[in-house]
């Protein structure tokens, strides 16, 4: 990097500062929308109502809102997906049993190209994001107190609700 193969703290910094820059983006058609430029379809308006609808989608208390822009909570959840843990990790970096379960809500900024989701991977599609949401969610210990439909596995999103979602999603 840089032209030379000397490794110095200022070209490590200069790197990971060039790095995240590629991470983040700024002119998606979201912020577009938002600057007045363009309009979302009424499936993709449809989509971030479901987002923000604490009885629909209930997204917004991890991963923010408009006024958001990194579209993330920055906090660690433990949002259902699994009955049990054999992955603890911030559990063990803490030493709280009450933290086993819990991963750091990640933005959902440029969510179409980073596939696989969720902390292990195990998602390979948006759709199947979306699926755990809506019927997939499993009770724990664990569970954070804002997955309230937990017990109904999921918000139980109707086909054209998940299909919203993701449309809106697909925006950032």
Not at 108 to 129: E, I, S, W
């Amino acid at each position: 990097a840089f032209g030379s193969s000397t490794i110095t703290k200022t070209l490590v910094t200069e790197a990971i500062a060039q790095f995240e820059r590629t991470l983040i983006s700024g002119n998606s058609k979201f912020d577009k929308f938002s600057n007045g430029e363009v309009a979302l379809t009424p499936q993709e308006q449809n989509g971030i109502d479901v987002f923000m609808d604490e009885t629909r989608g209930d997204c917004f208390h991890c991963h923010g809102n408009p006024n958001n822009p990194l579209w993330t909570d920055n906090k660690f959840n433990n949002n259902g997906l699994d009955a049990t843990f054999s992955d603890i990790v911030f559990g063990l970096v803490t030493g709280n049993p009450n933290d086993n379960g819990k991963f750091k809500s990640p933005s959902l900024r440029k969510l179409a190209y980073t596939a696989p989701y969720m902390h292990d991977g195990r998602f390979a599609t948006l759709d199947q994001v979306i699926e755990h949401y809506s019927t997939g969610l499993q009770a724990s210990s664990t569970i954070d107190p804002l997955m309230k439909k937990v017990a109904q596995g999921g918000v139980n999103l109707s086909e054209q609700d998940k299909a919203d979602l993701k449309a809106f999603l697909l925006t950032l």
